[in-house]
């Protein structure tokens, strides 16, 4: 029988095994480091909100906050314009209350005397939303702390080395404390390296992360309404969201801020000819809601994109009914429709109710017809875009596959600036209204759009591309054919 290695001769030599352990530390921080949620609100970035208020698509900023007690800004941006906003602040911890006004390049400035939950409440136009959030200020991570305790060892380390070296004959214990320095210098260059997937400390005001969370919490379940319940055509009304935790039953409102916004509500007719993208105001814990206005009697669909704090994002929908006399669909529509096909110079809405709309008559078709040889010239790809019209939209291919990748471009008028974090949205809707797609323009530079999107099934779809200049916001309806 071979004998035993004596476990001893496993083991590295001292100094080796130290390396070694000190790797698998490193190595194992990195990897249990979890990635930033992504739309949390951090200390040291602006928090963002889209808000349709008093008929006008704004964003609300809130400003990044570096110390506490001190003043909190809030800055508001139009599309194109907005209301004076009335801001009420409120602390969640000691119901303290500053009060302040802000317009579009006056901003607001409140005072915040701790971090942690506050309420801004924001009214207009007789519409009241109320936005919770947290201030919040970073402390420092630990591992700067470790730098900077690691570099003034170090530097105290090589000055006694020296000093014993200098004074010493054996060279021993002066080698010995350059060798411990020369590490606390290593360990402080690494930190500095790996700083970035290190994982941050907590700031001050965070909300306290339940352990155990690692299955998030459960989607949310809805309930689409509308104020009135049976709604009349040109007649203004509220479509309300209701939020419910289905394992406890109580209203949602942890929602996390997802693309600049609460929730994005996009609400279109059945015929595709109606559609509306507004940002609901929260008018109480797991309540949104967003006053519209439709031209026609009919069935509507609503979807309401959000996310639920550890939970993910989610895609409600809903449908309601407007009732009404059916109006001729040749004759004027209410002042709030518009030329879908007009260029957008036209079609820009110039009342902010519809800032995100488009009504009017059918879209243009953006594909050929399935089986035409001879593709519609507005369909034809890349190059020729050049010179445009803006409104434009080419396929390419021209004639989209399902399951397959299909470029969309879109001739803007005017260099888009960002709404609601990006240069342009596209949103695309199965014509049944089963299936509702949302994509993001893939940062072309220049007076045009380009998205990437995959129909996920032969039919007709009806599509609505978004951007906002300093006219505001123009959407470019079109209809797009995925032949079989
Ligand atoms: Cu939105």
């Given at each position: ?39 949390d ?31 909190l ?28 006004t ?51 060892t ?8 020296l ?63 509308t ?19 289905g ?72 449908s ?121 323009e893939?940062?072309?530079p ?39």
């Amino acid at each position: 029988m071979r004998p035993l290695r004596s476990l001893r001769s496993l083991r590295p030599a001292g100094p080796l095994r130290l390396l070694r352990l000190f790797c698998l530390a490193v190595l194992l921080t990195v990897a249990s480091a979890s990635p930033a949620v992504a739309h949390d609100v951090r200390a040291g970035a602006d928090l963002r909100i889209a808000q349709t208020i008093a008929g006008a698509e704004l964003t609300l900023v809130i400003k990044a906050t570096t110390r506490v007690p001190g003043p909190l800004r809030v800055e508001v941006v139009g599309f194109p314009t907005a209301p004076a906003l009335d801001l009420r602040l409120r602390s969640m911890t000691d119901g303290r209350v500053t009060h302040g006004t802000v317009a579009p390049g006056r901003p607001s400035q409140l005072r915040v005397e701790e971090t942690g939950p506050h309420e801004l409440t924001v009214a207009a136009g007789g519409e009241i939303a109320t936005i919770p959030f947290r201030v919040l200020v970073d402390r420092g991570s630990g591992w700067e702390y470790l730098i900077y305790g690691g570099l003034f060892t170090a530097g105290l380390l090589l000055v006694g080395g020296l000093l014993s070296g200098a004074f010493n004959r054996r060279g021993r214990p002066a080698f010995v404390v350059t060798a411990v320095a020369a590490a606390g210098i290593s360990v402080a260059a690494l930190i500095v390296v790996l700083e970035p997937w290190l994982p941050a400390g907590s700031p001050d005001g965070a909300e306290p992360r339940p352990t155990g969370s690692a299955l998030g919490r459960p989607y949310v379940q809805r309930m689409v309404s509308t104020v009135p319940a049976h709604p009349a055509a040109g007649e203004e009304f509220v479509t309300r969201v209701e939020l419910f935790d289905g394992s406890t039953g109580r209203p949602v409102d942890d929602l996390a801020v997802h693309h600049e916004a609460m929730a994005h509500l996009v609400v279109t007719s059945e015929d595709g000819r109606y559609f509306r993208h507004v940002h609901p105001l929260r008018t109480a814990p797991g309540r949104l809601e967003a006053r519209l206005r439709a031209d026609r009697p009919g069935r509507y669909l609503a979807y309401v994109e959000l996310e639920r704090t550890d939970s993910g994002g989610q895609l409600l929908t809903g449908s309601f009914t407007v009732a009404g006399p059916e109006s001729p669909p040749t004759t004027s529509p209410d002042p709030d429709a518009r030329d879908a096909t007009a260029p957008p110079e036209t079609g820009d809405a110039s009342d902010g109710r519809d800032a995100t709309a488009s009504t009017g008559p059918k879209p243009r078709d953006a594909t050929a017809p399935p089986g035409a040889g001879d593709p519609d010239p507005a369909s034809s790809p890349g190059p020729g875009i050049r010179g445009a019209e803006a409104g434009t939209v080419t396929m390419t291919p021209a004639v989209p596959q399902s399951g397959r990748p299909a470029t969309i471009q879109v001739v803007t008028s005017g260099t888009p600036k960002p709404w609601l974090g990006m240069a342009g949205h596209l949103i695309v809707r199965a014509e049944d209204g089963e299936f509702l797609g949302h994509v993001h323009e893939m940062g072309t530079p220049g007076s045009r759009l380009r998205f990437t999107f995959g129909f996920p099934a032969p039919g007709r779809y009806f599509a609505w591309a978004q951007y906002a200049t300093d006219r505001g916001i123009t959407t470019v309806p079109f209809t797009v054919e995925v032949p079989r």
